[in-house]
């Protein structure tokens, strides 16, 4: 009975801890376990804000209940490039995914770029399933961009592990500018300067830009030359 009882124990917490991690991400349940953001803590990161192309219109098509089962659908797809690449889910805000990156991490063999890629590249080999199971195929956009956040734990009730500072807003600028531009990918300058000596992708001047909520204005780079 007593072996009984302790295996049950040990089945309760490990159920637990995979529910924990569940919720925070990738990456974050040490640190919420260790009580790094217990009081806040300044960050470097990379972010990468990803959009879900005609969103509005494929839900008014198929409906919204089918919608979301396709979202969830994609939401789990894309997971497995994410976690290949070091990226920790941050959040699901609707059809969009934020995605965060330590900057080491994130600049390495430029995993916040490559990310991008196999992410299209997985979602595009899946491309006939989803058009069959749901008569639509996902397509982001996605911004990026880095600088400092403040991170911490916040909630009472409900606890979660936050980021906050100017380059969230402005990564989701970026991304807003992908319609403009008619293109999938949209990288700052100053965050494109940390990955040139990392990869071996081309890019292209988009052109500067002041985005809404910016004294100063932002360059703004795409890929070429990649199958997206």
């Known amino acids: ?24 991400g990738q990456g974050l349940l040490y640190d919420f376990l260790t009580g790094k953001y217990f009081n806040p803590v300044m960050e470097d990161r990379i972010f990468m804000f990803l959009d ?15 919608f979301f089962r396709f979202l969830r659908e994609v939401f789990k797809d894309i997971t497995l490039p994410i976690m290949h690449h070091q ?12 995605i965060s990156w330590q900057m080491k991490h994130g600049t390495h063999q430029a995993n916040c770029i490559s990310c991008f890629l196999a992410i299209n590249e997985k979602l595009s080999s899946l491309a006939s399933t989803y058009q069959e199971t749901f008569d639509a195929v996902p397509i982001f956009k996605a911004g990026l961009h880095h600088g400092r956040v403040t991170a911490g734990e916040i909630g009472v009730i409900k606890k ?5 500072g100017d380059v969230l807003n402005t990564t989701a600028r970026i991304q807003g500018q992908c319609n403009q531009y ?7 300058e100053d965050t494109l ?3 040139k000596d990392q990869c ?7 052109g500067t830009c002041k985005l809404r909520g910016r004294e100063q204005e932002i360059s703004l780079h795409t890929l070429i030359d990649v199958d997206m």
């Open 200 to 206: 071996n992708y081309s890019f292209k001047r988009l």
């Open 182 to 188: 008619d293109v999938r990918l949209i990288i700052s």
């Open 87 to 98: 990226g920790e889910i941050y959040q699901y805000v609707g059809d969009e995914v934020v």
């Open 193 to 195: 300067s940390l990955l």
């Open 160 to 164: 979660d592990i936050v980021f906050s």
């Open 1 to 24: 009975m007593v072996t009984i009882f302790i295996w049950a124990l040990i089945l309760s917490g490990t159920q637990f801890m995979i529910q924990v991690s569940d919720k925070f």
């Open 52 to 66: 879900l192309k005609s969103s509005t219109l494929i839900a008014e098509r198929i409906g919204h209940h089918h």
